[in-house]
């Protein structure tokens, strides 16, 4: 395998601040790492730590193989074949569309320049619109010029600051699979930073969530989301219930019935997804719907328990549930994976999350 981007125990502070602690990244030629994280967290600082706009405190970073940052090494930014798209975008206003793109390639000569900036363009889906000036842009195109500038001269590695983010949500889910299957057609490395879960979970080979300028997990999406390494992980990706219960002989009875577990005696905390669990209405059932937020292709429903606890239930089909509705909540996937106790402080407290609090 080998590397498009490798930090090894990079650390960065700013004065009393320190942003980023002993992080170590390995982002694979060609494939796409979604950092993900809290605000303030460190994510733009190990953006600018690739590119070259900081110097490491300690630790390496290497882009395609080539160290280019660490002890008695320091590659300047603009020679890293890194590209960066920045949050707010920075198109150049009194430059037309192919200017902006040509900016980054002053050393082809006019007909090469010319070649590369048609051929983005067609790669961006804006072949025609070279005369046009940003402010004729709607955002979506303006973004797409962004990240065309930003591969025009060829990065080995594309680094990406919440590309997204000033995007309507429609603009956005198209313009993610667009910005995937044009990264896949240049062959980068990109890593790019979001808020968004789901962005994330749609966007990443893998994803590495920071927490307080380190790294709390790195895996692929799936792992992230079905094995979270703690309980605040588990209720940051995706929604949550937590039921705690004590195991024994593999087992642990719970409000839900006795749920099969992934680990040894003693107590312990379940994560039990919204999906996870179906609900039938049912006249005498202990339940009781609270609440009901309907998406059309499915429904959370807030059920409260006999037990005062609430759990959040993705609901698949048509019917709108109402509130005030008697149900039945069963656990329908095989077994769940827990968490030991201790681990179990408070989840959700540091996150804009809904619904993760432990159901006892
Ligand atoms: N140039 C700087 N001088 C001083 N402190 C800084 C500087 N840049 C970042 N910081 C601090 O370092 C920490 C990490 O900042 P960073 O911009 O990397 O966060 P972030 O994860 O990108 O946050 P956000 O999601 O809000 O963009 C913050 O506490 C921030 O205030
Ligand atoms: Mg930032």
Request: one cysteine or more; a negative charge; charged letters at 25%.
């Amino acid at each position: 395998m080998s590397a498009g981007v490798e930090l090894r125990g990079v650390s960065k502070a700013f004065g009393p601040v320190q942003a980023v602690r002993d992080v170590d990244l390995l982002a694979r030629s060609g494939s796409l790492t979604a950092l993900l994280g809290p605000s303030g967290c460190g994510k733009t600082t190990t953006l600018r730590l690739i590119a070259g706009f900081e110097a490491p405190d300690s630790g390496h970073v290497a882009v395609a193989g080539q160290t280019v940052a660490g002890v008695g090494v320091w590659v300047a930014p603009e020679r890293r074949r890194v590209g960066m798209v920045f949050q707010h975008l920075a198109l150049f206003p009194h430059l037309d569309v192919a200017g902006n793109l040509a900016y980054g390639l002053p050393e082809l000569d006019r007909r090469a320049r010319r070649a590369r900036v048609g051929e983005l363009l067609e790669l961006v889906g804006l072949s025609g619109y070279e005369r046009r000036y940003p402010d004729e842009l709607s955002g979506g195109q303006a973004q797409r010029v962004a990240v065309a500038r930003a591969l025009a001269p060829r990065p080995a590695v594309l680094v990406l600051d919440e590309p997204f983010s000033s995007l309507d949500v429609g603009l956005r889910g198209e313009l993610r699979g667009e910005v995937r299957r044009i990264l896949a057609a240049e062959g980068v490395t990109a890593v790019l930073v979001t808020h968004d879960q789901e962005e994330a979970l749609s966007l990443g080979d893998e994803i590495m969530v920071m927490l307080d300028g380190r790294v709390a997990q790195v895996g692929t999406p799936d792992e992230l989301y079905r094995r979270p390494a703690t309980p605040e992980l588990a209720a940051f990706l995706g929604e949550a219930n937590f039921i705690a219960g004590e195991a024994r002989g593999g087992w642990m009875e719970t409000d839900l019935g006795a749920l099969r577990v992934d680990a040894g005696d003693g107590q312990r905390l379940a994560l039990v997804r919204p999906e996870d669990l179906q609900l039938s209405e049912l006249d005498d059932g202990l339940g009781r719907v609270v609440d009901v937020e309907y998406h059309g292709h499915d429904q959370m429903v807030t059920v409260l328990g006999p037990f005062g606890g609430q759990l959040r239930v993705r609901l698949q089909g048509h019917r709108r549930l109402q509130p005030g509705v008697r149900v039945q909540v069963r656990y329908a996937s095989d077994e769940v994976m827990t968490f030991p106790v201790s681990d179990s402080k408070a989840p959700a407290q540091a996150f804009p999350i809904q619904a993760s609090s432990p159901a006892q």
